[in-house]
Nanobody, 121 residues
Framework: QVQLVESGGGLVQPGGSLRLSCAAS????????MGWYRQAPGKQRELVARVGRVGTTTYADSVKGRFTISRDNAKNTVYLQMNSLKPEDTAVYYCNAVIQRYYVTYDNNYWGQGTQVTVSS
């Protein structure tokens, strides 16, 4: 089994910062792409940022210059540093990882349970 455990959400004022973490654990052979998505009430889940195994990054236009995604391959962990937060960043943030387990030859897509980020004064 594989688990993704997120941490770091919470309530922050506009202009503030938060750092999300997501650690993958279990029967893991390799972790490929990792990323963060978010879903606000009444909206579809959307990509926030992704990072490849060698560090190639992709960002949604709405977060470019404010958010930074990074990963620690030794710890199978991905981070999202969120600066200059805005009320429109309020959402449940989900970690995602493409993982190959031991004894299988294909990747599976895994999701964390979600962590709430609320930006409000």
């Amino acid at each position: 089994q594989v688990q993704l455990v997120e941490s770091g959400g919470g309530l922050v004022q506009p202009g503030g910062s938060l750092r999300l973490s997501c650690a993958a654990s279990g029967s893991i052979y390799s972790v490929n792409d990792m990323g963060w998505y978010r879903q606000a009430p009444g909206k579809q889940r959307e990509l926030v940022a992704r990072v490849g195994r060698v560090g190639t990054t992709t960002y949604a236009d709405s977060v470019k210059g404010r958010f930074t995604i990074s990963r620690d391959n030794a710890k199978n962990t991905v981070y999202l540093q969120m600066n200059s937060l805005k009320p429109e960043d309020t959402a449940v943030y989900y970690c995602n990882a493409v993982i190959q387990r031991y004894y299988v030859t294909y990747d599976n897509n895994y999701w964390g349970q979600g962590t709430q980020v609320t930006v409000s004064s």
